[in-house]
C-alpha cells in the first residue's frame, strides 16, 4: 500500500453492500480508498455475535470482497487500536464510516473519532441503516415516544421523508493492504463443527441476493401480504430480515421500491402494512437508542420483581423443539435447520416459553440471537419485551397465545407443522396439534407412540395460563 496521496480508509460495519451505502459513496469521492472490516470479537464485547450470525457474516463478507474485486481488508482486534495503527503506517487523510444505532458502538465511536480528530484525521459518520435517525424523532415536549403508533403515524411519517437511495459510486478506487490485513478463514467464523450445512442450502448471501429477493418479492408475494403475512406456510413475507441486519440491502431501497411497486399495482393497503413492520424496524432501534439497556432490562421495572421460574429441563425441551406442542416445536426446529422462523411461530414459541413456562424472556433472547440469522439487537430485544408484556408498548399481560388453536388457524392444513414435525405427518389436521387428544388407533394408524416418537405435553395449557395470569396480576397490583 504505502502512497505517497493521502488515502480514504472506508470502515465497513452493518452495511455490507456497495449501493445505497452513504459512507462509501462520499469516501469514493475523495478519491484512493482503503475499503476494511473489523471483526472485535474481544471477551469486552458484551454481545458477541451467534453462531448463525458468524455463518451469515462470513459468507457476506466474502461476496462483499468478491463486488470490491479482492480488495477487501479484513481484520481482527480493537478497532479503535486497528484504526489508529492502519491511519499511522498509512497516508490516511480521513476515516468514514455508516453509524450504527447499537449503544457500545456509538459510545466506541465517539472514542474513536476523538482519538483520530486528535491525529488531524478527518472522521464522518453517516445513517445508512435506519430511514429515520432516533435522535431527531421526539414527541412535541421533547421526550421519546414509547407507544408504537404515534412513533410511526406523528413522528416518522410527519417528519421529511426517508433519503432516497443512491447508486453504487462511480469509480471506486481500492488500496490493498499489503502488511496487516489477515485471511477471511483467519476470522474464525465458522464453527469446527459443520452443523451450519443445512443453512447453506437455505440463503443466498449478499448484496446481489438481497435484492434478487427484495424484487421476487415485490413481484409475487406483497399482493396478499397484509394478509398472507400471517400463515407460516405461505411466502408472503419478504425474508429480508437477515440482509437488512448486515446492511447487504437498505431500507431505503426496500422502502421507495415497494411504494413503486404498490402505486402501480394499486396495492396500497399490502403496502402500507409492510411498510409499517419496517416501521417496527425502526422503533426497535429508537428504543434501543434511547433506552440502551433494553437487552439486559425490563423497559418497565415493575417486572424486576417478577416470580420467573427457574427450570433448565423446560428450558431444554423448549430449545430442542420438544415441548409436546406441534406449532411450538415446528418453530423451535426451523429455528435450528434454518436460521429463521416465521414472526407469527415466534409470537407463539415466545409466549409459550414466558407465558406457559414462564421462564425469563432473556433466555429466549439468548437463543435467538445464538440461532438467528438475522439476529439484531434491537429488533430481538424490543420484540422479546414486547412478548413478556415488560417492554415499550407492550402485549398486554393476559394475551396468552393458545398453541393449539394459533395452529389450527394459521396452519389449518398442517403443511408448516409436519415439515418440521415429520414424526406426526400422518396425524389428520384434526389432531395434530393436539396429539394427545388423539384415539389409540388414530395414534397407531398415524404411527405416533406419545412419550416415545413424539413427547407428551411439558406442562398443562389450562394450569400455566392460570398460574401467568395470577402472577401478573399479582404484579400489576405492585
Ligand atoms: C420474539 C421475537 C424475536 C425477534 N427477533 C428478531 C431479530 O432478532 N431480528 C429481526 O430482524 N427481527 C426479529 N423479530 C421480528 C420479526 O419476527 C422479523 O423481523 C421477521 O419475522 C423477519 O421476517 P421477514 O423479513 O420475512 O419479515 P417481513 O414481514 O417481510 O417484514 C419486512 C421487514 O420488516 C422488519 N420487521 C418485520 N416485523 C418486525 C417486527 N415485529 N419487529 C421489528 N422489525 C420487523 C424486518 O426487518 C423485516 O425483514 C422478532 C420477533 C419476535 C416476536
Redesign the pocket.
Known amino acids: 500500500m504505502r502512497s505517497s496521496h493521502k488515502i480514504t480508509l472506508f470502515w465497513f460495519r452493518e452495511d455490507l453492500r456497495l449501493s445505497d451505502n452513504p459512507g462509501l459513496f462520499e469516501a469514493a469521492k475523495n478519491g484512493s480508498v482503503l475499503p476494511i472490516y473489523i471483526l472485535e470479537d474481544t471477551p469486552s464485547i458484551s454481545f458477541k455475535m451467534g453462531s448463525a450470525s458468524r455463518w451469515w457474516l462470513d459468507h457476506s463478507l466474502r461476496m462483499l470482497n468478491k463486488s470490491l474485486e479482492g480488495k477487501l481488508n479484513v481484520y481482527k482486534g480493537c478497532s479503535k487500536e486497528i484504526l489508529l495503527k492502519l491511519s499511522q503506517e498509512n497516508q490516511v487523510g480521513a476515516v468514514y464510516w455508516n453509524t450504527s444505532y447499537t449503544p457500545w458502538h456509538l459510545e466506541n465511536d465517539d472514542e474513536i473519532k476523538a482519538v483520530l480528530a486528535k491525529k488531524g484525521i478527518e472522521c464522518k459518520s453517516f445513517n445508512a441503516s435506519l430511514l429515520w435517525d432516533p435522535s431527531k424523532i421526539l414527541k412535541k415536549d421533547g421526550s421519546y415516544y414509547k407507544v408504537f403508533t404515534p412513533f410511526y403515524r406523528n413522528g416518522c411519517l410527519q417528519a421529511s421523508p426517508p433519503r432516497t437511495p443512491l447508486p453504487k459510486p462511480d469509480r471506486l478506487s481500492c488500496i490493498k493492504d499489503e502488511y496487516n490485513q489477515i485471511g477471511f478463514s483467519d476470522l474464525n467464523l465458522l464453527p469446527d463443527k459443520n452443523w451450519y450445512l443445512s443453512l447453506e442450502s437455505c440463503w443466498e448471501v449478499g448484496e446481489k441476493a438481497a435484492q434478487k429477493k427484495r424484487d421476487i418479492?415485490l413481484d409475487q408475494h406483497l399482493k396478499g401480504?397484509k394478509e398472507g403475512?400471517n400463515y407460516p406456510s405461505l411466502s408472503h413475507?419478504?425474508?429480508?430480515?437477515p440482509h437488512?441486519?448486515f446492511g447487504e440491502i437498505s431500507p431505503n431501497q426496500i422502502w421507495y421500491a415497494v411504494q413503486e411497486k404498490a402505486i402501480i399495482h394499486g396495492l396500497d393497503n399490502d403496502m402500507d402494512c409492510?411498510l409499517s413492520?419496517?416501521g417496527?424496524?425502526e422503533?426497535?432501534y429508537y428504543l434501543l437508542y434511547h433506552f440502551p439497556e433494553l437487552p439486559r432490562q425490563n423497559f418497565q421495572s415493575k417486572f424486576n420483581a417478577f416470580p420467573w421460574e427457574d427450570n433448565v429441563l423446560l428450558l431444554k425441551a423448549w430449545q430442542k423443539g420438544q415441548t409436546g406442542y406441534p406449532i411450538v416445536d415446528a418453530g423451535m426446529r426451523e429455528l435450528w435447520q434454518t436460521g429463521?422462523?416465521?414472526?407469527r411461530v415466534?409470537?407463539i414459541v415466545?409466549s409459550f416459553l414466558v407465558k406457559n413456562l414462564l421462564l425469563n424472556w432473556q433466555y429466549?433472547e439468548n437463543w435467538?440471537?445464538e440461532c438467528?440469522v438475522?439476529?439484531?439487537l434491537a429488533?430481538?430485544s424490543?420484540?422479546?419485551q414486547?412478548?413478556a408484556g415488560s417492554g415499550a408498548d407492550a402485549a398486554p399481560y393476559f394475551r396468552v397465545f393458545n398453541p393449539v388453536l394459533q395452529g389450527e388457524k394459521f396452519d389449518s392444513q398442517g403443511e408448516y407443522t409436519r415439515r418440521y414435525i415429520p414424526e406426526l405427518s400422518q396425524l389428520p389436521n384434526q389432531y395434530l396439534f393436539k396429539p394427545w387428544e388423539a384415539p389409540e388407533d388414530v395414534l397407531k394408524v398415524a404411527k405416533v407412540v406419545l412419550g416415545q416418537t413424539y413427547p407428551h405435553p411439558i406442562v398443562s395449557l389450562r394450569k400455566s395460563r392460570e398460574r401467568a395470569l395470577e402472577s401478573y396480576r399479582r404484579l400489576s397490583r405492585v
Open positions: 418479492f401480504y403475512r413475507t419478504s425474508r429480508l430480515s437488512l441486519h409492510f413492520e419496517l417496527w424496524r422503533f426497535s429463521y422462523m416465521h414472526n415466534r409470537m415466545g429466549g435467538f440471537w438467528l438475522d439476529a439484531d429488533s430481538n424490543a420484540s422479546w414486547w412478548i
